[in-house]
């Protein structure tokens, strides 16, 4: 089992800043992948950006260039900078992590609200 607390999120101008953490506990040494997505009302889920264990990074298009994610294994937490942010951003960030063989976890998430 893991357990995926999430933290940082606020009300933020348009180009402004937020870093996100996400704290793991429990069965962390399992955790291959961890990662954000974001969801707004009425749409699905969507990709943000995923870090594995080895440090190689993926991201969504959309904050190529604007989102930095990267992973304290000392502390068990992934950190989502955000900087450059748009209205468009603007959403429930959720933390996620992955274990092979094992399943996947999610944190409870945090509004990310960008103002224009």
């Known amino acids: 089992q893991v357990q995926l607390v999430e933290s940082g999120g606020g009300l933020v101008q348009a180009g402004g800043s937020l870093r996100l953490s996400c704290a793991a506990s429990?069965?962390?040494?399992?955790?291959?992948?961890m990662g954000w997505y974001r969801q707004t009302p009425g749409k699905q889920r969507e990709f943000i950006a995923a870090i594995n264990s080895g440090g190689g990074t993926a991201y969504a298009d959309s904050v190529k260039g604007r989102f930095t994610i990267s992973r304290d294994n000392a502390k068990n937490t992934v950190y989502l900078q955000t900087n450059s942010l748009k209205p468009e951003d603007t959403g429930v960030y959720y933390c996620?992590?992955?274990?092979?063989?094992?399943?996947?976890?999610w944190g409870q998430g945090t509004q990310v609200t960008v103002s224009s």
């Open positions: 429990g069965s962390v040494f399992r955790i291959n992948v």
């Open positions: 996620h992590a992955s274990i092979p063989m094992g399943g996947t976890y």
